[in-house]
């Protein structure tokens, strides 16, 4: 079993430009989340979906938009990327009220 | 906005000391959750304590939570270098979503 993957692993942008990252979990669990982590904190929870076609805010939803139209992939699009957006992004899944397992990130650099 | 918060930010112990990080955090919690996050590297779930659990052990960490006082502490016994890490809680609420602190780093010396 893969766990969670996340793709790409590394992504330079320029400001304006967009770009959606892609989870995908074999665990055949309900929950995703996407997060950020900035330098010295922990992580925000920018959106998260508890099945297949529903998803919802977390604490920092703006400026981002999700997708998850089957079960095991939950999309987190930039439309318009701004360098407050430069982080690294964790993708996680869950079955309901247990442990997140995390996938391996994704370093964003916006210019 | 960040409700569990790691204590102390930082802890430099020799290898073999026991490492002790507290938590505290706001408001009622589902359970209350420590992951291990090795540098640059995605999170590794630890150990989860429930709210009417108050103590929790899995091999060298010890978990305590005292729901009175809105608290943990994640024990680390007989440390090794392979310990050093940043250390995260978080808790789950009632909406099912953990809500992290900012983490304290460790760095076991040889």
């Known amino acids: 079993n893969a766990g969670v993957t996340q793709t790409p692993k590394f992504r330079v942008l320029k400001t304006g430009q967009s770009m959606t990252l892609l989870c995908a979990q074999d665990m055949n669990h309900e929950y995703m989340y996407w997060y950020r982590q900035d330098p010295g904190m922990g992580l925000r929870l920018i959106h998260y979906s508890v099945g297949e076609g529903t998803t919802a805010k977390g604490e920092v939803p703006d400026g981002y938009n999700v997708s998850r139209l089957k079960k095991q992939n939950f999309l987190l699009g930039l439309e318009s990327a701004a360098p407050s957006q430069t982080s690294v992004y964790f993708c996680?899944?869950?079955?309901?009220?247990?442990?997140?397992?995390f996938g391996p990130g994704t370093r964003l650099t916006v210019l | 906005s960040q409700q569990g918060e790691e204590d102390p930010q930082a802890l430099s112990i020799q290898e073999g000391e026991n490492a002790t990080m507290n938590c505290s955090y706001k408001t009622s919690i589902n359970n209350l959750q420590w992951y291990r996050q090795n540098s640059g590297r995605g999170l590794v779930h630890l150990i989860l304590?429930?709210?009417n659990e108050r103590e929790k052990h899995s091999g060298r960490l010890r978990v305590t939570l005292d729901t009175s006082k809105k608290s943990s502490s994640l024990l680390i016994t007989a440390s090794r270098a392979a310990d050093t890490a940043s250390y995260f809680c978080?808790?789950?609420?009632?909406?099912?979503?953990?809500?992290w602190g900012a983490g304290t780093k460790l760095i076991i010396k040889p």
């Open positions: 304590i429930r709210s």
């Open positions: 978080a808790v789950q609420d009632s909406n099912y979503q953990l809500i």
């Open positions: 996680a899944s869950s079955a309901r009220a247990n442990e997140q397992f």
